[in-house]
């Protein structure tokens, strides 16, 4: 399978600091994406990168991708208490497969 | 545009007994799939439909059960129910048309599901 993994499990940071959560995957992919969930409700998109791009930017978000390890990287610069949630980096193939979700990043931003 | 509707919200059920759960892609959205979510296994799919054909298939039992309406509106079924069912079940949409390309996934709410 395409599991995708997400270390750490849970960070906790103070508010202005940054945040980094990586994620790796094991097969070829058409595109990563990153999704955020706040306690208990659904998934909202953060971002998405294709597999011929290594860096992206939204917003406060930077996203890279290194395809010859098969691994991503979630940065959220100056950090605030909204962005409290889980994070979660999803992959999907080359041949319409179905979306693999890792296991989460528990983001903890304290005031 | 209305976002992805799931019902109902909360759900309590016995053991044995059978549930259905309701989503309501966005407009325009054909591709609908399903997602079992729990503290301990994460996301796991569990199926897919895009105009009314099931697509894909998560790795769950026969008791899972799902289809899609012309209107491209969705229900899951779980039949016999089992404690360990207890989760958060959560309806994702998509503009996917067929071809493999770069969409996102639109969430619902979920419908957090408990057997007891």
């Known amino acids: 399978s395409q599991q995708g993994e997400e270390d750490p499990q849970a960070l906790s940071i103070q508010e202005g600091e940054n945040a980094t959560m990586n994620c790796s995957y094991k097969?070829?992919?058409?595109?990563l994406q990153w999704y955020r969930q706040n306690s208990g409700r659904g998934l909202v998109h953060l971002i998405l990168?294709?597999?011929?791009?290594r860096e992206k930017h939204s917003g406060r978000l930077r996203v890279t991708l290194d395809t010859s390890k098969k691994s991503s990287s979630l940065l959220i610069t100056a950090s605030r208490a909204a962005d409290t949630a889980s994070y979660f980096c999803?992959?999907?193939?080359?041949?319409?497969?179905?979306?693999?979700f890792g296991p989460g990043t528990r983001l903890s931003v304290l005031p | 545009k209305a976002g992805v509707t799931q019902t109902p919200r909360y759900l309590i059920k016995t053991r044995g007994q059978q549930v259905t759960l309701s989503c309501s892609p966005i407009?325009?959205?054909?591709?609908v799939s399903w997602y079992q979510q729990t503290p301990g296994q994460g996301l796991q799919f569990l199926f897919e439909?895009?105009?009314?054909?099931?697509?894909n298939k998560g790795n769950f039992p026969g008791r899972f059960s799902g289809r899609q309406f012309s209107n491209s509106r969705s229900e899951m079924n779980v039949s016999t129910l089992e404690l360990g069912d207890s989760a958060l079940y959560l309806c994702?949409?998509?503009?996917?048309?067929?071809?493999?390309?770069?969409?996102?996934?639109?969430f619902g709410s979920g419908t957090q599901l408990s057997v007891l």
């Open positions: 999803a992959t999907r193939g080359n041949y319409g497969q179905n979306f693999v």
């Open positions: 097969t070829s992919i058409n595109n």
């Open positions: 990168i294709r597999s011929n791009e």
């Open positions: 407009s325009g959205h054909r591709s």
């Open positions: 439909y895009f105009s009314e054909t099931q697509r």
């Open positions: 994702a949409s998509s503009p996917w048309t067929g071809v493999a390309t770069n969409e996102k996934l639109f």
